[in-house]
């Protein structure tokens, strides 16, 4: 999230990416920090995925990814 915002002040766009568990956490540490960024969560766990299962949930993932990345707020 620290990342996300540092970008963000540079007038770099980006989009914090995590597992969906985490959803909770990043509203809170966004709360925390007065800045909520573009978010995009996927499937979890991630931690024991093979290569093909993390490259199928990128797959899924991607066009979201570029979507929030090149939509202005």
């Not at 999230?1 to 007038?11: S, W």
């Not at 290569?51 to 570029?66: G, S, T």
Request: avoid cysteine; charged fraction near 25%; hydrophobic fraction near 45%.
């Amino acid at each position: 999230m620290h990342d996300i915002a540092d970008l963000e002040r540079r007038g770099i766009p980006g989009v914090f990416v995590a597992s969906e568990v985490f959803v909770g956490a990043a509203q809170t540490q966004g709360d925390a920090l007065g800045f909520q960024p573009e978010r995009l969560f996927v499937a979890h766990p991630i931690q024991d995925r093979t290569d093909e299962e993390m490259r199928a949930i990128a797959d899924q993932a991607v066009d979201a990814l570029i979507a929030k990345l090149t939509t202005k707020k």
